[in-house]
């Protein structure tokens, strides 16, 4: 790695590290180049704004997701805890929750979405593969599988990624996972244990 490029990702860890112990709002540009004990100019130069670096942070995280999801992907699981288990550990973790609040601001929605669809363009092939693997081993029966993985990525940001959700929704979500992919009924039941952590809505 080139030093320019090491300093830009000495840069997005530190920013990383005050996001997640600050959060984002309460971090300034200015306290980041303190801490990395550089030039405003410097930063200047990697990053043109408080916004960039935050899109430049997220990106890391997905890249380190994508990376938990490919070793999860050459592990020897059952078909359906590899599915569900790539789709989980391309969510962020506990503690990374307050960067992510920081994409539900209106500012920030455009930014939002290009993150949600990046998620969805990493995912769908490892997922496909997945599935594709399960219908060899007679586990799983469907076509149109892309579109299917696409579906069951979308629903699963909207119902579950702000730890808003009900044990009815978790129900549904099984059952639908299940009759996704055809499934057997109850293939899928491991989900509760899998999100028991969450938090849910009464």
């Given at each position: 790695?080139?030093?320019g490029?090491?300093?830009?990702?000495?840069?997005l860890?530190?920013?990383?590290?005050?996001?997640?112990e600050?959060?984002y709002?309460?971090?300034?540009?200015?306290?980041?180049?303190?801490?990395?004990?550089?030039?405003?100019?410097?930063?200047?130069?990697?990053?043109?704004?408080?916004?960039?670096?935050?899109?430049?942070?997220?990106?890391?995280?997905?890249?380190?997701?994508?990376?938990?999801?490919?070793?999860?992907?050459?592990?020897?699981?059952?078909?359906?805890?590899?599915?569900?288990?790539?789709?989980?550990?391309?969510?962020?973790?506990?503690?990374?929750?307050?960067?992510?609040?920081?994409?539900?601001?209106?500012?920030?929605?455009?930014?939002?979405?290009?993150?949600n669809?990046?998620?969805?363009?990493?995912?769908?092939?490892?997922?496909?593969?997945?599935?594709?693997?399960?219908?060899?081993?007679?586990?799983?029966?469907?076509?149109?599988?892309?579109?299917?993985?696409?579906?069951?990525?979308?629903?699963?940001?909207?119902?579950?990624?702000d730890?808003?959700?009900?044990?009815?929704?978790?129900?549904?979500?099984?059952?639908?996972?299940?009759?996704?992919?055809?499934?057997?009924?109850?293939?899928?039941?491991?989900?509760?244990?899998?999100?028991?952590?969450?938090?849910?809505?009464?």
């Amino acid at each position: 790695m080139k030093k320019g490029e090491r300093r830009k990702q000495e840069l997005l860890r530190i920013a990383y590290r005050m996001f997640v112990e600050k959060g984002y709002e309460n971090t300034s540009i200015d306290e980041i180049i303190a801490e990395a004990g550089i030039a405003k100019g410097t930063y200047y130069y990697y990053f043109e704004s408080k916004e960039a670096t935050l899109e430049a942070v997220i990106d890391m995280m997905i890249e380190e997701e994508v990376g938990r999801a490919k070793e999860i992907l050459a592990a020897s699981l059952p078909i359906p805890q590899k599915l569900v288990s790539v789709i989980y550990s391309l969510r962020p973790a506990q503690g990374e929750q307050g960067i992510v609040n920081a994409l539900n601001v209106k500012e920030n929605i455009v930014m939002h979405e290009k993150v949600n669809r990046r998620i969805v363009e990493e995912a769908v092939p490892l997922l496909t593969e997945i599935v594709k693997e399960g219908i060899s081993q007679g586990m799983l029966s469907c076509n149109n599988i892309e579109e299917r993985v696409k579906m069951l990525l979308i629903i699963s940001q909207h119902t579950f990624d702000d730890g808003d959700f009900s044990d009815r929704d978790v129900e549904v979500y099984i059952d639908m996972v299940e009759k996704t992919f055809g499934a057997e009924a109850g293939t899928m039941n491991f989900i509760r244990e899998l999100i028991s952590g969450g938090q849910r809505s009464e």
